[in-house]
């Protein structure tokens, strides 16, 4: 390009390219027809139904519906007639509301629940969000929603563009590469196999339209609950706008209530649904590769693992187990027996998972493909044709599984595998992912639970309700056990069936900051069991980058190792023996801490809570907590502090308010302040909050490797009263939902010369244990007397970490240290 003096015409040029490549990019764009914007006019008419009421200014119409005294839905029908009010993400709309009313002002209506106000100004239509103990406005319009007509596809493309709060600040979107903090950033959401995504790149494998804002210290959510392809822009290009807008569907979007970000969080759970407890197993180190193949290469491994003791309790299988890459069938030649090899890996605790793929070969001898094709539920173009694309089996078909039959059909498929124990499913490609073209046409069509769309309508639900199938038919074939399911691509809901990966990452320093945040951002936009290819997907890592990756994975929900074909082998042991005794060590932990990290998510199950928990959920009110994203909550109790750099060997940590431990000093620091910490490479930053009890369970080297006889307390001793829960169940089925779990409250209250510590629980399980092998660490007065309920407890000691020890059975409810 040629040099030019003048700035501001070089930045034109460069806008002018950049949009002529969105032309080319999106040919609905190049449509010569001046696009018309409509915007709502003055509100004439007033109507009330129910928890509904509908406002109009003679010719549109918006719905104002009362979901819960937290929760308020909007949604705009152009010409006044709603679309089929239906959801992939949100089961149910309506929950309890305590009360609420309409009122008409001078210049507007309200609508009030006890704790939010909806007001509706009549000569504009601007439509805000008030919190009704501070009066704040939460959220406010900038123009009323507005809309264009869509010649080439029918409906409209829907905007609605708020105001942007100068000191204001955002986060969620799930899936989002960059910083945590989304403020002056604009997004796409099109579910997107994004091989070796890059800081920044937008948009990736999933969709989850839902973001909170959080300004005047008070937290607010909207969740933009559309399928098509959706756009958010937080003051990128006007700082004081923050919108966002679709190429079609319905404007539907709830205003969800703070004033904590933490209740916005788990009011967006309360609509999308929480992640039902999975198997216990996986919450172990699972160990993964593209691929491992043959047979004796599988058993090599798993070999590898339990003689050099390292804890392990799943193996995977990619693409190449299967029959030239048709799902559902095995290549006998690497694998001659499945069954017996999945018996032999089970027999010495590995549990096997194995890759299923949505493009079905499309080969007349091949079952599946027979099926799908008798039954149609292939998808097709608007034609007629199928929809044929070339995936890794060459020529395939897709099914439609936003069918409910298609989904049924599907769910059964996985009986055979079930029968010859698989134990866990992981489903891949399915943005959908298309060689060449990238995904599906936008003409294909889709059943769409009956509701009738395009592809731009079920792109981003189409991995989600495959991995739906999946869940809802592995639940059937299992009983009363617990499926696991792995998905790439997902909307909002998914939650409810898979946990998830963050797709194909790469072993640089980059990635692994990337991956930290990515998992923040996902927890707190409702997806809780997730984790990142730990040591990268493509290239090679060093040993210190792969230990520091199994550092930060051991307190990722989902604990998965995972490298490209074309990498080094990459198990714990590949970096040698100092590498690999840092790589025990994290992952023994990990199985130390497995009653904790089962209990935060129960937590998560039944309350909504995420599993991690950025800063800025413990201290919105914190400015500078808005722009950390380091260091994180793994629950309630534990912080901690991954390292990312390389080389490093001390971090800088914030510590939010309240009291912590050092988890592995035990020393004692004062929060609200920043402290410069120790981070050798064989050890990661982690603090306990003062008054936990930290359950812990021997090393294993699977989970239920052995009977537990005992469960070490780790109590925290606090100078105020903390709370703890233990939450314990049979690890596989779904008789919790019939209160057969165990949920145990633990309180520890303390002073200068005295401890209490408290337990309650409720629930109909009985684990097999009976003792608790008590820890008290940070005890700092003499301790002249133990009393278990009213019993003194002589033998207790003081043991060489300074801690006072002593056993106790499990059923106590008082103890008390003077
Ligand atoms: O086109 O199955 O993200 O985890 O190993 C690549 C092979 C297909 C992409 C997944 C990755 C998996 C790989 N798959």
Same mark, same amino acid.
């Given at each position: 390009?040629?040099?030019?003096?003048?700035?501001?015409?070089?930045?034109?040029?460069?806008?002018?390219?950049?949009?002529?490549?969105?032309?080319?990019?999106?040919?609905?764009?190049?449509?010569?027809?001046?696009?018309?914007?409509?915007?709502?006019?003055?509100?004439?008419?007033?109507?009330?139904?129910?928890?509904?009421?509908?406002?109009?200014?003679?010719?549109?119409?918006?719905?104002?519906?009362?979901?819960?005294?937290?929760?308020?839905?909007?949604?705009?029908?152009?010409?006044?007639?709603?679309?089929?009010?239906?959801?992939?993400?949100?089961?149910?709309?309506?929950?309890?509301?305590?009360?609420?009313?309409?009122?008409?002002?001078?210049?507007?209506?309200?609508?009030?629940?006890?704790?939010?106000?909806?007001?509706?100004?009549?000569?504009?239509?601007?439509?805000?969000?008030?919190?009704?103990?501070?009066?704040?406005?939460?959220?406010?319009?900038?123009?009323?929603?507005?809309?264009?007509?869509?010649?080439?596809?029918?409906?409209?493309?829907?905007?609605?563009?708020?105001?942007?709060?100068?000191?204001?600040?955002?986060?969620?979107?799930?899936?989002?590469?960059?910083?945590?903090?989304?403020?002056?950033?604009?997004?796409?959401?099109?579910?997107?196999?994004?091989?070796?995504?890059?800081?920044?790149?937008?948009?990736?494998?999933?969709?989850?339209?839902?973001?909170?804002?959080?300004?005047?210290?008070?937290?607010?959510?909207?969740?933009?609950?559309?399928?098509?392809?959706?756009?958010?822009?937080?003051?990128?290009?006007?700082?004081?706008?923050?919108?966002?807008?679709?190429?079609?569907?319905?404007?539907?979007?709830?205003?969800?209530?703070?004033?904590?970000?933490?209740?916005?969080?788990?009011?967006?759970?309360?609509?999308?649904?929480?992640?039902?407890?999975?198997?216990?197993?996986?919450?172990?180190?699972?160990?993964?590769?593209?691929?491992?193949?043959?047979?004796?290469?599988?058993?090599?491994?798993?070999?590898?693992?339990?003689?050099?003791?390292?804890?392990?309790?799943?193996?995977?299988?990619?693409?190449?187990?299967?029959?030239?890459?048709?799902?559902?069938?095995?290549?006998?030649?690497?694998?001659?027996?499945?069954?017996?090899?999945?018996?032999?890996?089970?027999?010495?605790?590995?549990?096997?998972?194995?890759?299923?793929?949505?493009?079905?070969?499309?080969?007349?001898?091949?079952?599946?493909?027979?099926?799908?094709?008798?039954?149609?539920?292939?998808?097709?173009?608007?034609?007629?044709?199928?929809?044929?694309?070339?995936?890794?089996?060459?020529?395939?078909?897709?099914?439609?599984?936003?069918?409910?039959?298609?989904?049924?059909?599907?769910?059964?498929?996985?009986?055979?595998?079930?029968?010859?124990?698989?134990?866990?499913?992981?489903?891949?490609?399915?943005?959908?992912?298309?060689?060449?073209?990238?995904?599906?046409?936008?003409?294909?069509?889709?059943?769409?639970?009956?509701?009738?769309?395009?592809?731009?309508?079920?792109?981003?639900?189409?991995?989600?309700?495959?991995?739906?199938?999946?869940?809802?038919?592995?639940?059937?074939?299992?009983?009363?056990?617990?499926?696991?399911?792995?998905?790439?691509?997902?909307?909002?809901?998914?939650?409810?069936?898979?946990?998830?990966?963050?797709?194909?990452?790469?072993?640089?320093?980059?990635?692994?900051?990337?991956?930290?945040?990515?998992?923040?951002?996902?927890?707190?936009?409702?997806?809780?069991?997730?984790?990142?290819?730990?040591?990268?997907?493509?290239?090679?890592?060093?040993?210190?980058?792969?230990?520091?990756?199994?550092?930060?994975?051991?307190?990722?929900?989902?604990?998965?190792?995972?490298?490209?074909?074309?990498?080094?082998?990459?198990?714990?042991?590949?970096?040698?023996?100092?590498?690999?005794?840092?790589?025990?060590?994290?992952?023994?932990?990990?199985?130390?801490?497995?009653?904790?990290?089962?209990?935060?998510?129960?937590?998560?199950?039944?309350?909504?809570?995420?599993?991690?928990?950025?800063?800025?959920?413990?201290?919105?009110?914190?400015?500078?907590?808005?722009?950390?994203?380091?260091?994180?909550?793994?629950?309630?109790?534990?912080?901690?502090?991954?390292?990312?750099?390389?080389?490093?060997?001390?971090?800088?940590?914030?510590?939010?308010?309240?009291?912590?431990?050092?988890?592995?000093?035990? *020393?004692? !620091?004062?929060?609200?302040?920043?402290? @410069?910490? #120790?981070? $050798? /490479?064989?050890?990661?930053?982690?603090? &306990?909050?003062?008054?936990?009890?930290?359950?812990?369970?021997?090393?294993?080297?699977?989970?239920?490797?052995?009977?537990?006889?005992?469960?070490?307390?780790?109590?925290?001793?606090?100078?105020?009263?903390?709370?703890?829960?233990?939450?314990?169940?049979?690890?596989?089925?779904?008789?919790?939902?019939?209160?057969?779990?165990?949920?145990?409250?633990?309180?520890?209250?303390?002073?200068?010369?005295?401890?209490?510590?408290?337990?309650?629980? *409720?629930? !109909?399980?009985?684990?097999?244990?009976? @003792?608790? #092998?008590? $820890? /008290?660490?940070?005890?700092?007065?003499? &301790?002249?007397?133990?009393?278990?309920?009213?019993?003194?407890?002589?033998?207790?000691?003081?043991?060489?970490?300074?801690?006072?020890?002593?056993?106790?059975?499990?059923?106590?409810?008082?103890?008390?240290?003077?």
């Amino acid at each position: 390009m040629e040099a030019h003096n003048d700035k501001s015409e070089e930045v034109d040029n460069l806008i002018h390219q950049e949009q002529e490549i969105q032309h080319l990019n999106n040919p609905v764009d190049i449509s010569i027809k001046p696009i018309e914007k409509q915007y709502l006019g003055q509100v004439k008419k007033v109507k009330k139904e129910g928890n509904k009421f509908y406002f109009s200014d003679g010719n549109s119409r918006v719905e104002i519906r009362v979901v819960s005294d937290h929760i308020i839905r909007v949604r705009l029908a152009p010409q006044g007639v709603f679309l089929d009010d239906f959801s992939y993400a949100v089961p149910e709309v309506d929950q309890k509301v305590s009360v609420f009313k309409m009122q008409e002002h001078d210049d507007c209506y309200t609508v009030s629940t006890h704790s939010v106000t909806c007001k509706i100004v009549k000569s504009n239509f601007h439509i805000s969000f008030l919190d009704n103990v501070t009066n704040l406005v939460m959220v406010d319009e900038y123009n009323s929603m507005h809309w264009e007509e869509n010649t080439d596809f029918g409906g409209y493309y829907i905007y609605s563009t708020k105001k942007c709060n100068p000191e204001e600040n955002f986060f969620g979107l799930g899936d989002k590469s960059g910083n945590f903090n989304l403020r002056g950033r604009r997004f796409e959401n099109w579910n997107t196999d994004a091989y070796s995504f890059a800081w920044n790149q937008d948009p990736l494998y999933r969709t989850i339209p839902f973001y909170i804002g959080v300004h005047n210290q008070a937290a607010y959510g909207i969740f933009f609950d559309n399928t098509f392809k959706s756009y958010f822009d937080f003051g990128a290009e006007e700082i004081n706008k923050t919108s966002f807008w679709a190429d079609g569907g319905e404007l539907q979007y709830y205003y969800i209530h703070g004033p904590h970000m933490m209740d916005v969080v788990k009011r967006y759970a309360s609509l999308t649904g929480t992640h039902p407890m999975p198997p216990k197993w996986t919450f172990g180190y699972q160990q993964c590769r593209w691929s491992y193949y043959p047979e004796t290469k599988v058993k090599e491994i798993a070999k590898q693992f339990r003689d050099r003791k390292i804890p392990c309790d799943a193996i995977y299988l990619d693409i190449d187990y299967m029959d030239g890459y048709r799902c559902f069938t095995w290549n006998k030649k690497y694998f001659p027996d499945p069954k017996r090899m999945i018996k032999e890996l089970a027999d010495d605790g590995f549990k096997t998972v194995v890759m299923i793929d949505p493009g079905i070969k499309v080969d007349d001898d091949y079952w599946v493909f027979k099926e799908g094709k008798e039954n149609k539920y292939f998808c097709r173009r608007s034609d007629d044709y199928f929809m044929e694309g070339h995936v890794w089996p060459g020529r395939c078909q897709f099914p439609d599984f936003t069918n409910p039959k298609v989904r049924k059909w599907w769910g059964k498929l996985y009986q055979e595998l079930v029968d010859i124990g698989v134990a866990g499913f992981w489903n891949d490609m399915n943005e959908p992912a298309v060689f060449g073209s990238g995904t599906f046409p936008n003409d294909v069509r889709h059943n769409y639970d009956g509701y009738r769309g395009s592809h731009r309508k079920a792109h981003n639900v189409y991995g989600m309700q495959m991995v739906r199938a999946t869940y809802e038919g592995l639940k059937k074939i299992m009983r009363n056990k617990r499926p696991f399911t792995i998905t790439r691509a997902g909307y909002s809901g998914m939650q409810r069936y898979a946990s998830v990966w963050t797709g194909d990452n790469i072993a640089t320093w980059e990635h692994l900051k990337i991956g930290n945040i990515q998992c923040q951002r996902l927890s707190v936009s409702g997806v809780p069991f997730c984790g990142t290819d730990i040591g990268g997907f493509s290239g090679e890592p060093d040993g210190e980058l792969f230990s520091r990756w199994i550092q930060l994975g051991t307190f990722s929900p989902f604990m998965r190792a995972h490298s490209a074909g074309d990498t080094a082998e990459r198990e714990p042991w590949s970096f040698g023996e100092f590498f690999e005794d840092i790589n025990r060590k994290f992952i023994e932990l990990r199985y130390r801490l497995l009653p904790y990290l089962y209990s935060v998510f129960w937590e998560h199950h039944r309350y909504g809570f995420p599993i991690l928990r950025p800063l800025i959920m413990l201290e919105q009110e914190k400015i500078s907590n808005h722009f950390r994203q380091d260091e994180f909550c793994y629950g309630d109790k534990l912080l901690i502090c991954p390292v990312l750099e390389q080389g490093a060997i001390s971090r800088k940590v914030y510590l939010p308010k309240g009291t912590w431990y050092n988890f592995w000093t035990h *020393e004692v !620091l004062v929060g609200e302040s920043e402290y @410069l910490v #120790d981070a $050798n /490479i064989d050890s990661m930053p982690i603090f &306990v909050r003062a008054g936990s009890v930290i359950p812990e369970y021997p090393v294993m080297q699977y989970i239920e490797e052995k009977a537990i006889t005992e469960v070490v307390l780790n109590i925290y001793h606090a100078e105020y009263e903390v709370n703890s829960f233990m939450y314990e169940d049979h690890g596989d089925t779904f008789a919790y939902e019939q209160d057969i779990y165990l949920e145990k409250k633990f309180t520890v209250k303390g002073d200068d010369h005295h401890l209490k510590i408290t337990q309650s629980s *409720e629930g !109909l399980y009985t684990p097999n244990y009976e @003792l608790y #092998d008590v $820890n /008290i660490i940070g005890v700092k007065f003499q &301790v002249n007397r133990v009393i278990v309920d009213s019993k003194e407890i002589s033998d207790f000691f003081i043991d060489d970490k300074s801690c006072l020890r002593f056993k106790c059975n499990k059923v106590f409810s008082e103890m008390q240290l003077i």
